[in-house]
């Protein structure tokens, strides 16, 4: 699978696990995203496709590196432009 197919895949898994806001993002925590044991098959490293998604632009959240436990609460953004299904 290649980076664009994993950042889509991402977009997808945030849509299903968060919360829609009213000016068209999603919002997940981090945790919620790390510990579903369907974005855990999908991913082999989570984390790097985080990293991809937010140099691209599709997510924001604080901060670089996002670890497990440590940074349980916080929260990725899909942004509006991203957020709408393809």
Not at 19 to 28: E, T
Not at 39 to 47: G, Q
Not at 64 to 77: A, K, R, S
């Amino acid at each position: 699978m290649n980076v664009e197919e994993e950042v889509g895949r991402l977009k997808e898994e945030i849509r299903r696990l968060g919360q829609q806001q009213q000016d068209g993002s999603c919002k997940v925590k981090f945790g919620v995203l790390f510990n579903d044991d369907r974005c855990a098959n999908i991913f082999e490293a989570l984390v790097g496709t985080l990293r991809a998604a937010k140099k691209r632009k599709v997510v924001t959240y604080d901060g670089e590196l996002l670890l497990q436990g440590v940074h349980d609460n916080v929260e990725i953004t899909l942004l509006p432009s991203a957020a709408a299904p393809a």
